[in-house]
Antibody, heavy 123, light 109 residues
Framework: EVQLVESGGGLVKPGGSLRLSCAAS????????INWVRRAPGKGLEWVSS????????YYADSVKGRFTISRDNAKSSLYLQMNSLRAEDTAVYYC????????????????WGQGTLVTVSS | SYELTQPPSVSVSPGQTARITCSGD??????THWYQQKPGQAPILVIY???ERPSGIPARFSGSSSGTTVTLTISGVQAEDEADYYC????????????FGGGTKLTVL
């Protein structure tokens, strides 16, 4: 069974830092691109960051570029999101999500998601 | 930056057909995916590549595409389908990689 389990959320003051983790199991982690997606209270889904299977391709949303760093440890089947210079608008539930592609490389969306971890940025 | 436009809300009675649209200038050249999210739960992929349905998703969920608009159709809506629905595509503006629509709240009357 495919599982993605996030951890590391909590309450942090503006300007502070937090590191989120996502533990994967039930699939060959080294062959999948993984993403972070968030949902702020009362808002919709927002894509945050993406990292390819080998970490060769990394992308960030404009809203977090320069403040957040995505990484992965394939030996531990784990994904990370280092969040620095946090702002109130970063308050959200953060999800990790597996990206699926077909044999021709076409994207097929995010087929598995974790249950999310809540990050609250407040003084 | 690139935007996908969805109606904020759609309301239907049980057994009726719900149609949720997603508009974007680049959609004729890109695939779109759809997600369902219920309160307190993670999103679920219900349609990928415009029209494909993942295993385990009921057949009443279908997708279509015409020009700059893609549509998620739920036939014979059930009370359990009440949720937020989001479309997703790649961002052609070059500023991001993925983009989600603003979401549509489906209310089953």
């Amino acid at each position: 069974e495919v599982q993605l389990v996030e951890s590391g959320g909590g309450l942090v003051k503006p300007g502070g830092s937090l590191r989120l983790s996502c533990a994967a199991s039930g699939f060959i982690f080294t062959t999948y691109t993984i993403n972070w997606v968030r949902r702020a209270p009362g808002k919709g889904l927002e894509w945050v960051s993406s990292i390819s299977s080998s970490s060769r391709h990394i992308y960030y949303a404009d809203s977090v570029k320069g403040r957040f760093t995505i990484s992965r440890d394939n030996a531990k089947s784990s994904l990370y999101l280092q969040m620095n210079s946090l702002r109130a608008e970063d308050t959200a539930v953060y999800y990790c999500a597996r990206e699926r592609n077909d044999s021709s490389g076409y994207y097929e969306g995010f087929d598995y998601w974790g249950q999310g971890t809540l990050v609250t940025v407040s003084s | 930056s690139y935007e996908l436009t969805q109606p904020p809300s759609v309301s239907v009675s049980p057994g009726q057909t719900a149609r949720i649209t997603c508009s974007g200038d680049a959609l004729p050249n890109l695939y779109t995916h759809w997600y369902q999210q219920k309160p307190g739960q993670a999103p679920i992929l219900v349609i990928y590549k415009d029209t494909e349905r993942p295993s385990g998703i009921p057949a009443r969920f279908s997708g279509s595409s015409s020009g700059t608009t893609v549509t998620l159709t739920i036939s014979g809506v059930q009370a359990e389908d009440e949720a937020d629905y989001y479309c997703q595509s790649t961002d052609t503006s070059g500023t991001n990689f993925w983009v989600f629509g603003g979401g549509t709240k489906l209310t089953v009357l």
